[in-house]
Each structure stands twice: as structure tokens, then as C-alpha cells.
């Protein structure tokens, strides 16, 4: 009895800490409809401030507390506010939330670059660490009943400031209708950067009490958050007392198996799996059983605009692109060293992960936060069925892990937006703990899987198996591309657009939401299957698969270059991060910097760049002439006249600074004509002619100059040669009966018809 | 004094790149109620949206009091005395028929008046205080919406489309509202489909019909043939 009270203490200590979290993040979620996956990482910098402040620099721990929680934790909750998430209105729940993994990712770069984890640190202690009071017979510690304090003035003080207060029912009155109540005189931002402040004091308060009983680790730290969702979502993301109640559901359950789990007659294993992971995943079981449970999520009826949009390419385009990659890739795949061979066939792997983010995600809509477990599942399948990599093993595997997409999304299904995104992360999370981290499946850490035997082919080397993935990817989005112009692609498009309307023509959704997650897993498995190497389980960890979503949602997680793009710039900060050891700490916050630009663009990077390339594809003349230049700048290279990095260099020039130019250049007027093309071939004769071994000594300053380079030229080439943009802004009533249309228009109109190739 | 309340000139507005409205010039006398009037899609709610601050003008200057407030805030106009009752209901639906009138307060009045004067007027809403706004019958609704113009004291009143999806024997009782709240000497500039229902209260008109004036005038003066050629194109 005495034992049951004392961890029904502990559970409700734990519970009130959860509580704390969870409250932070409905209070952000209610008020501008952004779930906040950033919420653990806002507590773990804070509880870094304070000791900070009270352990390194010895203030005293009232005014520590008060700089940390009352100055700072608000001014963060500010400027996140102010400077990322006000972008975000009218974007889909998919860029949202990966713009919170961007915040995520910057603030654990952030923590990692101030501190480091090798160095020793004062020890964090315990508020009144030491002292104990006695109740009911047992001692319980100061910092338990001040942690249980602090969520009970949490709870009354949220009460009062949401029912009470003008502001608390301002911040309510902004989430049933933002215009109504600017007029009624509201300051809807003001009241969202107050939701955001306290919020960030919610969650930092929640770090230091949570830092106090744990040590101070980045990571428990930031993972509390997902223990926290499971407490929320019980509470339906919007009710604050059934929150706190699910909270200490979570913290009692958490404590009681504690306690049992210490009994000899407790289970040490299940059917041969060790049963050690369970209790790291008891919030996660939570988060799935309450996700499960909860009601069917309503269709909403209405017309939804969302600010992303994406073309189809042509086939033409699709061909000539998947050509041309697998060309540029085998020709440039001779000259790079073994590690630069190897960091490419890394971002070829990462980008086939992105593409299976394409169907699933870009067409369908529907969000999910575990690609990498999929690929993880493919590669486990790869080197567990017999056949030793043969194509039937790698189709097998493919079959299988799509089949377990499928079921996985089967109890989901019938969730939509973050609820299905955080079912995928409690997937996720529990695939790593109970299924990778276990002996059976990992032996030793890390098992091989057999690289692909193809008949008179041989990809033993990086080589090939770069050759081999690019491939891959070329095929795999041919594939996508069929699959999206399609009678299944228009389903997922629909499904995307409006769920009503299509299920109102007689589509079935949930045919179509699982054959979406089938085709994602698929694709996934691919690029484990693929890997041909040894791998280890921390590879496909949850953690992992964050920032592929964020980079395929920054490149464009609409189109399959968007995947590319996205792999290909994460693998390519491994290596900016191996080649220049200062640039490290910036690498490591880079990937959540990129995508915290999304709000300003969110149909991704690509289709920004490849507006510029759209209207070559009218013209062959032109195609040919880029063609041409790409091949002579190769035949320097291959008649040693420029080295590799000059060819590199100048490549990536003519791709990025010249080409998009080209037809400016052509249709300029005479004058405009020849300055602009004085720039754009100033540029390339820099970079084709400087000797870029012997005068730049680091890759990493080499690529800084490539990045000038294309920045400086030509950005001026197209400055200089740009033509006013000719867009009528006469009414759609007028247009082309009164007024006459330019060929520019006609071409815009044409190709959102699809009536030109 | 003889400085319209407001004034817009020459106003152009564009979803994206669709223009809507093609230079309007409308003016709002003080004191006076002004029916704007057209078909679907001639721009009305458009031009309400420009008025009040939540669309901003491609081309043109909104004049209030005679002075240049283009690109001014909705909620700076709103706490200026400015007070729309947007299409649909103008009300928050997840919040109390009390905290609906907490959120008026931001026009710079006391609850317990705002409270004193919409319970006065509307018993009804007075059993219902705290109720969700979401769930009265949608005259209660509107009553509601009307009592932040009622309660607030503005200087004028823009009204959009009050009498959509409601029974004609209400529309005329919310009518009768506004008459009320112009005969105080609010300035009125009231969107309507259905043109006769207005044009009893209202002193001028205003057709507008492909995002242009097509007429204005004295409402009593605008006929039916003006009227018929503007909504069934002639």
C-alpha cells in the first residue's frame, strides 16, 4: 500500500510535468492552428538558459527563473510568432508542421552548437535538492510538490486568462474568425504573439522542472514533447481539463509499471521479442490507443484555397529529365573522389525517401512523419528473405513493406491532417524501439544488406551502386509522374483538394488514402533495399526521418524534383559539414533555417527554378544549344584542358546562371542584349578558367565561390536582360474580347489547359 | 461639414490577378443611408471588404472624415469607430452571446453598457447570455451581430447582406434596427441583394454591376427598368 501510494506520487509528479507540455501546446494549437513539434526543443533551450544562468554563471535561482521564464521564454514565443509562423496563413497543415520539424531541428543545432555534449558540466540540481517533506508516511521531495504545484497555477491561471480575461477570449475569438475580429477592433497578430509567448513560457517552465528530475540531455528533453501529444490529444487538442486528466493518466501508468514490471512474475519477453522497450513506449501506445479512439475526423465541406500549387510535367519534360540525370550522374561519377561518391549515393538514397513522400504527401495530402522506418523495414526485408539481392528479393521486399504500409494506415485512416501525421510518429517511434532495437533484427548493431544482383550487370563498387540508386530514382519518378497523370493520380489530387467533393462523386477514400500509403511504402522500401552496404538501426530512427520531410517539403514535395532536390541538399550538408570543419555547427542548423522560409513559398524551392527552365522546353534550338554548352564544358574536362572542378563549377554555372537566361537574352533588345550576355560569359569564364585546385584550398571554399558565382552573375545576367513582365490586369469578363492577349498569356493559358506538349 | 463620412475614389481591387472592382466612386454623407445595390457578383462585398480595411486597394484612396486612411488596419478602422457586420453572420459561433459582446468592447465601451443596451433591445439575447452564439436560431444571430452596431456607438455602420438565408418577416424587424440606428444619425452604407427591401430605409442608392457604377441616385428615383437592365442584362 505504502509502496502503491508513493509511485502514485511519482506518476502524478511525471503527469504534472506532461500537463505543463501539453497545455503550451494547445494554447498555440487552438489559437493559430499550427501544432508545434518545436514545443520539447522550446523546453529544452530554456532549461539549457537556466542553468545557464544559475549553474555556470551563479545567479541566485528566483531571478535566474524570472530571466529565463518572464524575459526570455516570451521574447522566443515573440519572435518565433513575428518572424515564422505569421507566414504561415492559408498554407496546407503539411507545410505547417514541417515548418515547426524546422524549428525543431534549428533549436537542437542551436543547443548541440552552444553545448556541446563532450564537455563537463556543473550538475543541474533540483529546486530545495535534498529536502523532503513527509506525507502520509512517505517522503516525498520539494521539487515533486513544486512540480504538482506548478500545474495546479498553471491550470487555474489558463482558466481564468481564456474565460475571463479580454485577451483569452480575443485569442479564441481569432480561431473562429480571424477577419471578425479585426473588425471588431481585435489585433489578431498581437493576440497570436501572446498565445506564442506564453506558450514558450509554458514549455520552458516544463524544461527546467523536467531537467531538475532527469539530467540535462538534449534529447529526453526533446522527446517529452511526444509524451506530451499523447496528454493533448486525449484532450482533443482544445479542452484543457481533459487534457491535465489525460496527463496524469500518462504519468500514473508510466509509474505503476515502473513498479510492477520489478515483480518476478512480470513478462521479460513476448514470443522471443524482449519486452524492455515497452515502457519508453508506454506514451507512444497512449498517443496511438487516444488517436484511435478518437471520432471520425469530419469532412469539411467548402472550398479550401491553398497557397501551394504545382504543375505536371509533360512527358516529354519527365523523359528528358530522367535521361539527363542518369547521363550527368555516370558522367560526372568517374571523376569524384570514393567519399564524394559515397555522400551522393547517400543524397540519391535520402531523395528516393523524399519521392516516396511525393504520392503520399505532395498528391494525396495526407502527411506522414516515417519514411525512413519504411525504408528501414525494407532493408530488414531485404536481408532476411532468401534469394541473396536477387530482383525477386527486392520485389518481394517492396510487396511486403507495402503491405505493411497499408496496414498500418488501415486504423488510421480514418484520421486526417496532424492527427494522421502523429499516428505515423507513434508508428514510427514504436517500429524503432520494439522492432530495430531488438536482437533478432539488428545482431550485432548493424546487418548487411545484399547489394542487387542484376544479371551481366556488376555494381560492386560505389561506383555502380551510385549509378545503380540514381537509377532508381530516375525510373521510380517516371513512375510517380505516370502514376500522378493517371485515373488513381487524379484520385489522390482529389483527395488532396477536396475530400467532400470526391467522396460526394462516389470515390471511396479509404481505397484510395491505402493505396497512397501502399505506393509511399513501396517506394521507400526501395531505398532501404537499395542500400547494399552495412546498415545500423539509428539510421532509420524517427528523429532521422524529420528532416527528409522538411527538405522534401522545402524542395517541393509536390513535384519529384522537389525530392531531389531535397535529398540531394541534405546529403550535400554532410558533405559541406565533412569538408569544412568551421562550417559544421552552421550545417547542423541549416536544414531547419531552409525551412523556416517556407512560409514565404510554399510550393517548394523547385518550382520556383523550374519556372525559369519552363519556357526553354518551347524552343529546341535553345534545348540544344544548353545541351551543347553541358557537353563542351564535359569535352574540356575529359581533354584535361579544365580539372574536374572547373568542369564542376562551370557546369553547375551553365545549368543555374546561363541557361534560365537564355531566352531573355535572345528576345532583349540589342543593347540589353550584349551586356547581359558580357555577364553571363564573364561568369563562365571565371569559373571555367580560374585553377580552382591550386588557387582555392578547401572544398568548402570552393563551393562558397560556386555559390557567389551563380549569386553574382547571374542574378545580374537576369537582371540586365529582363524583359517588364506583360500581364494584363484587365478583368477575365474583357480579356480577349476587348483586349487582345500577348503570347505570353496565350503560352500561360495554353499550358494550364495542357493543350501544348 | 459638408465632408463626406466616407469616400471612396477611384477604387480598383484584385483578387490576385482578377480584377474585381474598376475605379468605383462612391460617397457616404454623414447621416446618410446609402444602399448599395447589383447582381451576383457586381463586386458588393468587395467593395464592403476595401471600406473596412480587410482588403487593401490596387488603385485608388479610401477617404474617411475626410481623411486619406488607405492601407489603415481593419481593427485601427474598427477601434476608429467604424463597425461592419460582415456577409453571413458577424458573430463567433464557439463563443458566448457574453464574450461575442466582450469582444465589442474593443470599440473603447464598457461590457456592463454594451451588456445594458443589447439586453434592452433584444430580451431574447438576455435569457441567452451565456449560450454558445453558434447555436441560436439565425435571427438571434443577427441580432447579436447588430447589437455590436447597436451597443458601440460607431460613426458609420457598414452592413453586409443582412437579410441572407433569413424569413422575410425578420429581415423587415432587423430593418426596422437600422432605421433606428440611422435616425441617431449613424451614416449607413448597406449591401443588398433584394433591392426592395432596402430602398424603403434607404436615401440614396447605388448600382453597381461588373465592378462599376452603373447608377446612383435618390432611392426613390431609381426605377425598375434601372433596376431590371442591372441584375438581367439587357
Known amino acids: ?270 514470443m522471443g521479442f524482449g519486452l524492455s522497450g515497452i515502457r519508453a513506449s508506454i506514451p507512444t501506445i497512449v498517443l496511438f490507443v487516444a488517436l484511435l479512439v478518437r471520432p471520425q475526423s469530419r469532412l469539411r465541406a467548402g472550398t479550401v484555397r491553398f497557397r501551394e500549387e504545382n504543375k505536371v510535367p509533360s512527358w516529354n519534360t519527365a523523359v528528358l529529365g530522367a535521361v539527363s540525370l542518369i547521363v550527368v550522374v555516370v558522367g560526372i561519377s568517374g571523376m569524384l573522389t570514393r567519399s564524394n561518391t559515397l555522400f551522393l549515393l547517400n543524397g540519391f538514397t535520402l531523395a528516393i525517401v523524399a519521392l516516396s ?32 539481392g536477387n530482383l525477386l528479393t527486392l520485389l518481394a521486399a517492396i510487396t511486403i513493406v507495402a503491405i505493411v504500409g497499408a496496414a498500418v494506415a488501415l486504423p488510421a485512416i480514418r484520421l486526417s491532417g496532424i492527427y494522421l501525421a502523429l499516428s505515423t510518429a507513434a508508428f514510427a517511434v514504436l517500429v524503432t524501439k520494439l522492432i530495430f532495437n531488438q536482437r533478432q533484427t539488428f545482431m550485432s548493431g548493424n546487418i548487411s544488406v545484399p547489394i542487387l544482383d542484376i544479371p551481366f550487370i556488376d555494381i560492386n563498387s560505389p561506383r555502380g551502386r551510385l549509378i545503380l540508386s540514381a537509377t532508381a530514382f530516375s525510373l521510380l519518378g517516371l513512375g510517380v509522374i505516370a502514376l500522378r497523370r493517371s485515373r488513381l493520380g487524379r484520385r489522390l489530387i482529389a483527395l488532396k483538394d477536396s475530400p467532400v467533393a470526391a467522396a460526394t462523386l462516389g470515390m471511396n477514400l479509404t481505397q484510395t488514402k491505402l493505396a497512397a500509403f501502399a505506393i509511399s511504402a513501396g517506394i521507400a522500401a526501395c531505398a532501404g533495399a537499395l542500400a547494399g552496404d552495412k546498415v545500423s538501426p539509428q539510421q532509420y530512427d524517427f528523429t532521422q526521418s524529420l528532416p527528409i520531410v522538411l527538405l522534401a517539403v522545402v524542395g517541393g514535395v509536390g513535384t519529384v524534383g522537389g525530392a531531389l532536390f531535397g535529398g540531394l541538399l541534405l546529403g550535400g550538408n554532410a558533405v559541406l559539414a565533412n569538408a569544412v570543419p568551421s562550417l559544421k555547427n552552421i550545417t547542423k542548423i541549416m536544414p531547419g533555417l531552409t525551412g523556416i522560409t517556407l512560409g514565404r513559398n510554399p510550393s517548394g524551392a523547385t518550382s520556383q527554378i523550374s519556372e525559369k527552365f519552363r519556357p526553354l522546353l518551347n524552343r529546341w534550338g535553345i534545348i540544344s544549344f544548353s545541351a551543347l554548352g553541358g ?108 483586349v487582345a492577349l500577348t503570347p505570353d498569356e496565350l503560352d500561360n493559358v495554353e499550358r494550364e489547359l495542357g493543350v501544348t506538349i | 461639414m459638408n465632408t463626406p463620412i466616407l469616400e471612396l475614389r477611384n477604387i480598383r481591387a484584385s483578387y490576385g490577378s482578377i480584377e474585381v472592382l474598376h475605379g468605383v466612386n462612391l460617397t457616404v454623407g454623414r447621416g446618410e443611408v446609402v444602399a448599395l445595390l447589383g447582381p451576383n457578383g457586381a463586386g458588393k462585398s468587395t467593395l464592403i471588404k476595401v471600406a473596412s480595411g480587410i482588403l487593401r486597394p490596387s488603385a485608388g484612396q479610401l477617404m474617411i472624415a475626410g481623411r486619406d486612411a488607405t492601407g489603415a488596419s481593419a481593427n485601427a478602422l474598427a477601434r476608429a469607430g467604424l463597425c461592419t457586420i460582415p456577409e453571413g453572420r458577424g458573430i463567433f459561433p464557439n463563443l458566448t452571446v457574453r464574450e461575442n459582446l466582450l469582444m465589442a468592447t474593443y470599440s473603447g465601451h464598457k461590457l456592463s453598457d454594451i451588456e445594458h443596451s443589447t439586453y434592452a433591445r433584444f430580451p431574447r439575447l438576455a435569457e441567452r447570455r451565456s449560450q ?8 438571434e444571430q443577427q441580432m447579436l451581430s447588430l447589437a455590436r452596431a447597436l451597443a458601440t456607438d460607431p460613426v458609420i455602420l457598414l452592413l453586409d447582406e443582412l437579410s441572407m438565408g433569413l424569413a422575410p418577416l425578420i429581415v423587415s424587424e432587423l430593418y426596422q434596427q437600422v432605421a433606428a440606428i440611422a435616425a441617431e444619425g449613424v451614416s449607413v452604407l448597406v449591401v443588398e441583394q433584394f433591392a426592395r427591401t432596402v430602398l424603403g430605409v434607404a436615401d440614396q442608392a447605388v448600382l453597381l454591376a461588373h465592378g462599376k457604377v452603373q447608377a446612383f441616385g435618390k432611392a426613390s428615383e431609381i426605377g425598375e427598368d434601372v433596376l431590371a437592365s442591372a441584375y438581367l442584362g439587357s
Request: glycine residues 10%; aromatic residues 10%.
Open chain 2, 132 to 139: 454558445l452564439a453558434g447555436t441560436m436560431s439565425g435571427g
Open chain 1, 357 to 388: 513522400l511525393v504520392p503520399l504527401t505532395g498528391y494525396a495530402g495526407q502527411m506522414s512523419l516515417a519514411p525512413l522506418t519504411f525504408a528501414g523495414l525494407g532493408a530488414v526485408a531485404m536481408s532476411k528473405l532468401p534469394g541473396d
Open chain 1, 631 to 738: 557537353v563542351g564544358i564535359w569535352a574540356l574536362d575529359a581533354s584535361r584542358i579544365i580539372s574536374h572542378w572547373a568542369f564542376f563549377i562551370g557546369g553547375v554555372f551553365w545549368f543555374l546562371a546561363v541557361m534560365p537566361n537564355l531566352i531573355a537574352i535572345i528576345d532583349g533588345t540589342s543593347q540589353r542584349r550584349w551586356w547581359a550576355s558580357a555577364i553571363a560569359l564573364t561568369g563562365l569564364a571565371i569559373s571555367l578558367g580560374v585553377d580552382w585546385d591550386q588557387a582555392v584550398d578547401s572544398t568548402g571554399k570552393r563551393l562558397l565561390s560556386l555559390i557567389l558565382l551563380v549569386a553574382i552573375f547571374g542574378v545580374g545576367t537576369q537582371r540586365v536582360a529582363e524583359n517588364a513582365p506583360r500581364i494584363h490586369h484587365s478583368s477575365p469578363d474583357l480579356l480577349g474580347l476587348d
Open chain 1, 1 to 270: 500500500m505504502q509502496e502503491l501510494l508513493t509511485f502514485t506520487i511519482i506518476g502524478l509528479s511525471t503527469g504534472a510535468i506532461y500537463a505543463v507540455v501539453a497545455s503550451g501546446l494547445v494554447v498555440t494549437y487552438t489559437t493559430s492552428g499550427i501544432f508545434n513539434l518545436a514545443h520539447g526543443a522550446t523546453g529544452m533551450l530554456a532549461a539549457f538558459t537556466y542553468w545557464q544562468l544559475r549553474f555556470d554563471w551563479d545567479l541566485s535561482a528566483p531571478l535566474a527563473l524570472f530571466i529565463t521564464l518572464f524575459i526570455l521564454c516570451p521574447l522566443f514565443g515573440l519572435l518565433t510568432e513575428r518572424i515564422v509562423m505569421r507566414g504561415l496563413q492559408g498554407t496546407t497543415e503539411v507545410v505547417r508542421l514541417s515548418v515547426t520539424v524546422a524549428l525543431f531541428a534549428f533549436m537542437i543545432g542551436l543547443a548541440n552548437t552552444v553545448w556541446p555534449s563532450n564537455g563537463s558540466r556543473e550538475a543541474f540540481l533540483k529546486f530545495f535538492e535534498g529536502n523532503t517533506i513527509h506525507i502520509g508516511g512517505i517522503n516525498v521531495s520539494w521539487h515533486k510538490l513544486i512540480t504538482f504545484g506548478c500545474a495546479v497555477v498553471v491550470a487555474i491561471v489558463l482558466r481564468l486568462l481564456l474565460f475571463r480575461t479580454r485577451m483569452g477570449v480575443a485569442m479564441r475569438a481569432v480561431v473562429d474568425d480571424r477577419s471578425l475580429t479585426e473588425l471588431n477592433g481585435g489585433r489578431p497578430n498581437r493576440v497570436a504573439m501572446f498565445a506564442w509567448a506564453l506558450s514558450a513560457m509554458l514549455a520552458g517552465l516544463a524544461g527546467i522542472l523536467l531537467a531538475g528530475e532527469q539530467q540535462l540531455n538534449i534529447e529526453p528533453l526533446v522527446l517529452l514533447v511526444i509524451n506530451a501529444y499523447a496528454a493533448a490529444i486525449i484532450g482533443g487538442l482544445k479542452s484543457l481539463p481533459r487534457t491535465f486528466a489525460g496527463a496524469a493518466v500518462l504519468g500514473l501508468l508510466d509509474a505503476y509499471y515502473l513498479q510492477f514490471s520489478d515483480n518476478s512474475w512480470f513478462p521479460q519477453s513476448f
